[in-house]
């Protein structure tokens, strides 16, 4: 049973930043980041693979958050720059043993463990 412990959520303002740490019990292949906000369905905004240096944003993101792995430490982080509103969510993190296949780590279905989730809130 893999855990996983979020931090760094938080309230910030329209246009400010936040950085998100995810710390893993033990090695995985795939990790990712997925916020749900309510009424919404989760959604898969950053996720990456061990052994490569391949990591994939939603569009929602792109260019805005940054994803980076230590596969040492096992972790996972993401650095959100100009944050907006409609960023406000729990963010969650996830990870599985298995290698998911690239088209499909933005999936939530593919991931077996999950973390309890950090709340972040932007205000306007």
């Known amino acids: 049973q893999v855990q996983l412990v979020e931090s760094g959520g938080g309230s910030v303002r329209s246009g400010g930043s936040l950085r998100l740490s995810c710390v893993a019990s033990q090695f995985t292949n795939s990790m990712a980041w997925f916020r749900q906000a309510p009424g919404k369905e989760r959604e898969g905004i950053a996720a990456t693979i061990d052994g490569t240096t391949y990591i994939t944003y939603a569009d929602s993101v792109k260019g805005r958050f940054t994803c980076s792995r230590d596969h040492v430490k096992n972790t996972l982080d993401l650095q959100m720059d100009k944050l907006k509103p409609e960023d406000a969510a729990m963010y969650f993190c996830?990870?599985?043993?298995?290698?998911?296949?690239?088209?499909?780590?933005?999936?939530?279905?593919?991931?077996?463990?999950w973390g309890q989730g950090t709340q972040v809130s932007v205000s306007s």
């Open positions: 996830a990870a599985d043993t298995q290698l998911i296949s690239r088209g499909w780590l933005l999936d939530a279905a593919m991931y077996k463990f």
